[in-house]
């Protein structure tokens, strides 16, 4: 998976927990932009409203675990792959 862009900073705390976060959020909307899909047609995919997915790859809310879950299994990632890239990311 690429590596976050550096400059795409989140408006919560800046701690560990919160950089993870980020970078699974960026994480997953640089596959949903690699597979070529719309917010719409991933929401139609995983069942997730697309303003949701969109505030959270805008970094605008923190998503639940369960939704970021489908969000993973609509796009056809290993979850436990996007989560080794976003622990070693780090924003």
């Known amino acids: 998976m690429p590596k976050p862009e550096?400059?795409?900073k989140p408006p919560w705390p800046a701690d560990a927990d919160h950089a993870f976060v980020a970078s699974f959020l960026v994480l997953l909307k640089q596959a949903r932009e690699d597979q070529g899909l719309s917010l719409r047609?991933?929401?139609a995919k995983t069942g997730i409203d697309h303003g949701i997915i969109g505030r959270g790859e805008r970094m605008e809310r923190i998503p639940s675990i369960v939704t970021m879950r489908r969000w993973v299994r609509g796009l056809?990632?290993?979850?436990?792959?996007v989560y080794r890239d976003a622990e070693n990311a780090g924003l």
């Open 76 to 81: 056809g990632l290993d979850w436990q792959e």
């Open 41 to 43: 047609e991933l929401a």
């Open 6 to 8: 550096p400059d795409q």
